[in-house]
């Protein structure tokens, strides 16, 4: 269906009211895919009760139920929520798309990933093996690859193919809270409340470095785009940069008086943006160490960071409820 | 006190008047002054066109529920606490604390005195048939009068410390009586003779009453429990036990399915053939129980009964039930954190925010669902009160991935 539509040239091009019925009954049967999946006949009832009044499908055959006096009152068109996922019985810790966006991927507190259609909203894969909170989750480069950090202290590997396991990362001693793949996908890097940010072979899932300096929990992890640089983000108030290839130490940004939550490199790589409990967003030059700015605004603390894809705009996340939008050449 | 047809409340007060309040509003209709001093007790006659009131200021009265005063009863010479109608209203007895007096409705005039030191009176009742009063008076005996003669009829001995309560069975053939001595006792009114001692509590027995088969009797006791006896055998048949208090009132309800007791500003409500409990209701101090079809009146509050009854609508887990059979799925957006239920009325409160209100015809819910098996019987009295939060479903709302579109079409 999502190719009939799409294909406007087609017989749908030339017949909008057909193109608006296919994507009402796209939407309705994304919309209700739990109730379909697990009681059919509520199709009938609860299905078309509860879709949104304007929808096409639901004038179409929402007949009066005899036992219901007074309808729930629904909303008045589609939302932009398409979907949601049942399935985790725990807290969602993190989601994240597939590289081909054909899959997402979700970490939960119920120790287990989940992979989903992304086009159906169905599970495909349950990955379990982590035995407490899988708290990170992110697809190799090349998609073929996923891996997890979890509160029982390993990173796991996993082939989302098959749903099968490759790997067991083993070797931090607290939890481990973050977890990346290197540019070219041969490393993985991962950070962990022990305090320290290990770099493992993807291939082999041999320990490659141990990444050591940091004095307290390490909360963030991420290589430079060009893959020779690992900055990580620490409860001890530092952002450390350090070598891929030797795991030397190759600076550290001190500034921030409270926890640093999160890191990132620009897309250039020039720069470095971290967020910090201290409520604010620091930007540092990566070649020399040195802060170039202090961005403040948030009057709580700020807990994610990420540069536009045109290393143009940084945006921040705090608990204050708001996201803020920053220019970082000013 | 309800009237008889239950349309009417009659209410006595230490503002020396008799307030009449319709059960359907709520509202006063009448206010009936005469009295100078505290009404201790008011009485309707079984056809709802008397009512009778006791003062402190030593008169029964006689009224009109439509406004009217119908006469003094004049003769007292002290409080007089307690009043009663016949069942054909001809008759009334009252009670003070030396003697008990029966008058006639019509005239006024007196029809028979009990006096004597030993005539102080916890409580007076006329047997079904009107032909029988039986006193329960402080040196631990009943006394039995007929009402005809207006002469003393019998003495019922055998309770080892003062009688709280005493009441005819429907048929009228049996005399049940709770004492302090932690017994309750059954007699034959007609010869006098003890048919049962219903031991077991363990404590004052507060109040007494029979179902309205006549099969069991209900016992309210300070030792916190109500007991249930045969009355064909004299036998224990079920304890009813909480930590609801003392009993002090008890009541079944007219389909003789539920007993209210009442345990100082608490109800407890209890199922009679499970012998568990359905809930209790924090309410005012309780004075009494009185209880018709649809309404239990504990004295301070009015309860509509239907609101008491478990409602047959729930909400588990996903679904809407009726009767323990799932009705109506409910997508994750419309599950409630808290919902409530009155009768046919569904309320769900949203983690959103957002409230959801429902309503559903039970009648067609029975003719569509009532076929279906239902996956538990049982465990559905969780909710009684009319509109309050009855369950909180815990769930997560943050173990769901959203996925948004980025354009609607």
Request: glycine letters at 10%; aromatic letters at 8%.
């Amino acid at each position: 269906m999502n190719e009939v539509m799409l294909n406007k040239e087609g017989v749908l091009g030339i017949c909008p009211r057909l193109l608006e019925l296919a994507y009402d009954a796209r939407r309705f049967i994304l919309h209700n895919r739990s109730i379909i999946e697990s009681a059919p006949l509520q199709v009938y009832s609860a299905a078309l009760l509860f879709t949104p009044e304007s929808s096409i499908v639901r004038k179409q055959y929402l007949k009066r139920i005899p036992w219901i006096l007074m309808e729930p009152k629904v909303i008045q068109k589609w939302s932009p929520l398409i979907q949601t996922l049942e399935g985790h019985s725990d807290s969602a810790n993190a989601v994240v798309f597939s590289p081909d966006e054909k899959l997402v991927a979700s970490a939960s507190s119920d120790s287990t990933v989940r992979l989903w259609d992304t086009a159906t909203g169905g599970s495909c894969r349950v990955l379990e093996g982590h035995f407490n909170w899988v708290r990170a989750v992110v697809f190799s480069p090349d998609g073929k690859l996923v891996a997890s950090a979890s509160n029982d202290n390993t990173v796991r590997l996993w082939d989302p193919a098959t749903g099968g396991s490759c790997g067991l990362l083993d070797g931090h001693l607290d939890f481990v809270t973050a977890v990346v793949f290197s540019p070219d996908g041969q490393l993985v890097a991962s950070a962990s409340n022990d305090n320290t940010v290990r770099l493992w072979d993807t291939a082999t899932g041999g320990l490659c470095g141990v990444l050591q300096g940091h004095l307290g929990w390490v909360r963030a992890v991420v290589f430079s785009p060009d893959g020779k640089l690992v900055a990580s983000a620490s409860d001890d108030r530092t952002v450390r940069l350090w070598d891929t290839a030797t795991g030397g130490p190759c600076g550290v940004l001190e500034g921030h008086s409270d926890w640093v939550n999160a890191v990132v490199f620009s897309p250039d790589g020039k720069l470095v943006a971290s967020v910090s409990s201290d409520c604010t967003v620091r930007l540092w030059d990566t070649a020399t160490g040195a802060s170039c700015r202090v961005l403040e605004g948030h009057p709580i603390p700020v807990i994610a960071v990420v540069f536009s894809p045109d290393g143009t705009l940084v945006a921040s996340a705090s608990y204050d409820a708001t996201v803020r939008l920053w220019d970082p050449a000013t | 006190m309800f009237s008889p047809d239950g349309k009417l409340v009659a209410s006595g007060s230490y503002d020396n008047t008799v307030r009449l309040w319709d059960t359907a509003t709520g509202g006063l209709c009448g206010v009936l002054e005469a009295h100078s001093d505290f009404v201790n007790a008011v009485a309707f006659s079984p056809d709802g066109k008397l009512v009778g009131s006791a003062s402190r200021d030593n008169t029964v009265r006689l009224w009109d529920p439509t406004g009217g005063s119908c006469g003094v009863l004049n003769g007292h010479s002290a409080y007089v606490n307690i009043v009663v109608l016949s069942p054909d209203g001809k008759l009334v007895a009252s009670a003070s604390n030396n003697t008990v007096r029966l008058w006639d409705t019509a005239t006024g005039g007196s029809c028979g005195v009990l006096e004597g030191r030993s005539s102080h009176a916890s409580a007076v009742v006329f047997s079904p048939d009107g032909k029988l009063v039986a006193s329960a008076i402080y040196d631990n005996t009943i006394r039995l009068w007929d009402t005809a003669t207006g002469g003393s009829c019998g003495v019922l001995e055998g309770h080892l410390d003062r009688v709280r309560a005493v009441v005819f069975s429907p048929d009228g053939k049996l005399v049940a009586s709770a004492s302090d001595d932690n017994s309750v006792r059954l007699w034959n009114p007609a010869t006098g003779v003890s048919c049962g001692v219903l031991k077991g509590h363990s404590d004052y027995v507060r109040a007494v009453v029979f179902s309205p088969d006549g099969k069991l009797v209900a016992s309210a006791s300070n030792d916190h429990t109500v007991r249930l006896w045969d009355t064909a055998t004299g036998g224990s048949c079920g304890v009813l036990e909480g930590h609801l208090g003392r009993g002090n009132a008890v009541m079944f309800t007219p389909d003789g399915k539920l007993v209210a007791s009442a345990h100082g500003k608490i109800v407890g409500l209890w199922d009679v053939t499970q012998r568990t409990t359905i809930g209790e209701i924090h309410t005012g101090q309780i004075k009494d129980l009185v209880c018709d079809a649809t309404k239990l009146d504990t004295g301070q509050r009015m309860l509509t009964l239907t609101s008491l009854l478990p409602p047959l609508l729930h909400v588990t887990g996903e679904w809407v039930t009726w009767d323990s059979k799932k009705v109506l799925f409910l997508p994750l957006d419309y599950r409630p954190c808290a919902y409530a239920v009155n009768d046919n009325i569904l309320v769900m409160g949203h983690p959103s925010g957002s409230i959801t209100f429902m309503s559903f015809d039970l009648t067609a819910l029975a003719l569509q669902f009532s076929h279906l098996l239902s996956p538990t019987q049982g465990g559905i009295y969780s909710s009684l009160l009319f509109l309050q939060i009855i369950t909180r479903i815990p769930y997560a709302t943050q173990s769901l991935v959203s996925i948004y579109a980025t354009s609607v079409c």
